[in-house]
DNA sequence: TAGATTGTTAATCGATTAACAATC
DNA sequence: TAGATTGTTAATCGATTAACAATC
């Protein structure tokens, strides 16, 4: 649903659209100027506009950007609209808290269901969504129609349930194990690794 | 602890050491080249020689990198063996994940508590770490001598739970609250939002 | 009008990749 | 020796910033 973007440029849609929806809706925000958006985000204010630009929402000279038309074009732009389904692999503590964790629904995402192979968990409700058993994944993925998916599994079984998840027909997966996930070109990955994050911020002191 | 680094080499520090550290010590690999650290990890094998070169680390040409000595000069590097002290802000679902998760020990990270406002969560242990309430937060990291420090408390608490922490000295801060947080140039703050991070993935569908 | 702000073009900066000499 | 691999220098690529004209 998106063309031509700078990769650093699409990053930084969620963080507009989410700065955006934090303003009061009194009056007060009616417009908004780059410079206003690049302060309280910590950017420059011509990559600010830069950016915006690829929305295709128009700023005003001497006022800004019109602030609910330029919500709705990054809503537009990152396809929050259109209802996408995702599932979790790992239904222990961080699997479990992003069950629980209501926040996908601002981007239309929803998450259906988590898998795990513990039999304790299996059948259970976490966060009102249901814990299917692992060898239940592909048949899953497919009856949901999901094309994201979380893994939020030990290191060792990331790769597999990587494997396991593109065979599945999903499209993007977002990998919290602490490896580096590797998938063909046609499938996205991204990976974040918390105690790594927290290793480059400790070496920068 | 460390120079004139690019800051994407530094991220891609805990990765390499990440993955030297998953091989078999059976001999195997003693030696590994530039190219086979970089199919595994899927970048560029000039990209993955620059990147060794900053951790001080001599390859041998026809042999590659000494993997035990490439380890520890990533370890000397990131400071894997100065222990350095963490505190948690929230413990709620991703806050108590975290505390139970023992993989920031690998970094040389010790995680001595969390904080947070619920009386029920006051006084318990999770993962073994004690839950003080929020009202000890200065002196609670000052006592252990925290200088990272990881938020996981809702959007609107996360600035204000920020500038707390920066008064208790901490100098570092990992943000998973879905609002930038912004600091000044002495504090190093990085920000993981997971909702926006899945948003990306499906905006690249 | 004057001033503030947008949008665009050119310049800069930094990171990655290509080319290739050095070396074991 | 020949071949594989490192390490470095130069070229490329992409992202950010600076400069400035357009506009309300």
Do not use: H, W
Not at 6 to 28: A, K, V
Not at 102 to 131: H, M, Q, R, W
Not at 174 to 193: E, H, R, S, W, Y
Request: one cysteine or more; charged letters at 20%.
């Amino acid at each position: 649903m998106n063309r031509d973007i700078p990769e650093f440029s699409l990053q930084r849609m969620p963080i507009y659209l989410n700065f955006l929806r934090t303003l009061p809706d009194d009056g007060t925000y009616n417009y908004i100027s780059s410079g206003a958006i690049a302060q309280a985000l910590g950017l420059g204010e011509v990559l600010v506009r830069k950016d915006l630009a690829y929305t295709g929402c128009a700023g005003r000279p001497k006022v800004g950007y019109p602030r609910v038309e330029l919500i709705a074009a990054l809503e537009k732009f990152l396809c929050v609209n259109d209802s996408k389904c995702a599932v979790i692999v790992g239904a222990g503590g961080l699997g479990s808290a992003l069950l629980s964790y209501g926040g996908f629904t601002n981007y239309g995402i929803e998450l259906s269901c988590a898998f795990d192979n513990d039999p304790k968990k299996i059948g259970t409700y976490i966060g009102g969504k249901p814990v299917l058993p692992m060898d239940e994944l592909n048949e899953g993925c497919k009856k949901y129609g999901a094309v994201l998916a979380i893994i939020a599994v030990p290191a060792a079984a990331a790769q597999t349930t990587a494997e396991l998840l593109i065979k599945a027909g999903i499209k993007a997966i977002l990998n919290f194990a602490p490896v580096q996930i590797t998938a063909g070109d046609d499938v996205k990955v991204i990976n974040i690794d918390v105690a790594a994050n927290l290793a480059i911020l400790a070496s920068m002191l």
